[in-house]
């Protein structure tokens, strides 16, 4: 997806978050600031994608500050949110084990962004009104129809403690008698989940888990690793979590693909790009 004038605002609040979790070094953190308005300067234009400027950005952080994972408290945190809910999860989804309620359990999970919201977000409010809402947008015939039709599918992960969320609808996947392979990021970057993550809430009880080669905000095509693209490439059938995934897939042909993509519209752009409100939780295919 391409960059907004919208996108400028949160690019430096992103900005800031980064810096303020990765030192405390005021004299660092203003020069920091000044390469990062550089940056902008040179590349913040129309028809920039979104991903590779957001990734570029925090990377540049990361390298400049030393600190390869500023959001690992955050990550800490996300789980736990989830892990909070997740009895409650369960006993909704005692009372309606349908498809449709594990798709939305596994969106309401996506709200956990901190990309997307501000360190300081009620995001548990949020949770708890998602839970009241019905999805938006809710292709569930055919996500069944290709559970049914398919017997090898690629999952896209997005965030920790979405992930808590994920491995509920992956039980479910897996009673279709589907093979699974989940896809995770290979470095740190804002709170998104990496093999480590991945394993330690037991994603790998229901597929193998596998490196998408690199560190971006969501899917960037150009820096995913040679590996992974075979594995993309193999795949009909996709699953894929999250804005910054959606932006990134958005922008290269998906003709050949049968893929869905489960999210919560978290920002304006990407509201505005998909028809929706604000907070709306959508299931569709591309």
Known sequence: MKISYECGP?????????MDLSTDDDALKMEIMEDVFKFLSDNFKLNTNSNGTGSAMHNLIKQKTGCMDPYYREKIKGNEIAL????????????????????????IGN?????????????????????????????IEGLETSLKTNDRLLYLVDNTGEIVFDKLLLSKIKEYDMDITIAVKSE???????????????????????????????????EISDEFREIFNGHKFIISKGMGNYEGLSEIDLSSK????????????????LGVNLHDMLLFRK
């Open 10 to 18: 949160c690019f430096l609040r992103q900005a800031r978050e980064a």
């Open 188 to 222: 740190p970057i804002l709170n998104d989940a990496c093999r480590k993550d991945a394993l330690e809430v037991g994603l790998d009880e229901y597929g193998e888990i596998v490196d998408m080669g690199c560190g971006t905000v969501g899917y960037v095509d150009s």
């Open 111 to 139: 709200i956990l962004d901190f990309g997307a919201f501000t360190l300081d977000d009620d995001v548990e409010s949020v949770i708890k009104q998602s839970l009241k809402k019905d999805l938006a947008i809710k292709d």
């Open 84 to 107: 909070r809910f997740l009895p409650e999860v369960r006993e909704i989804l005692k009372k309606d084990n349908s498809l449709e309620n594990h798709v939305k359990i596994a969106i």
């Open 258 to 273: 049968d893929i869905y993509f489960l999210l919560c519209a978290k920002c304006n752009t990407i509201s505005k790009e």
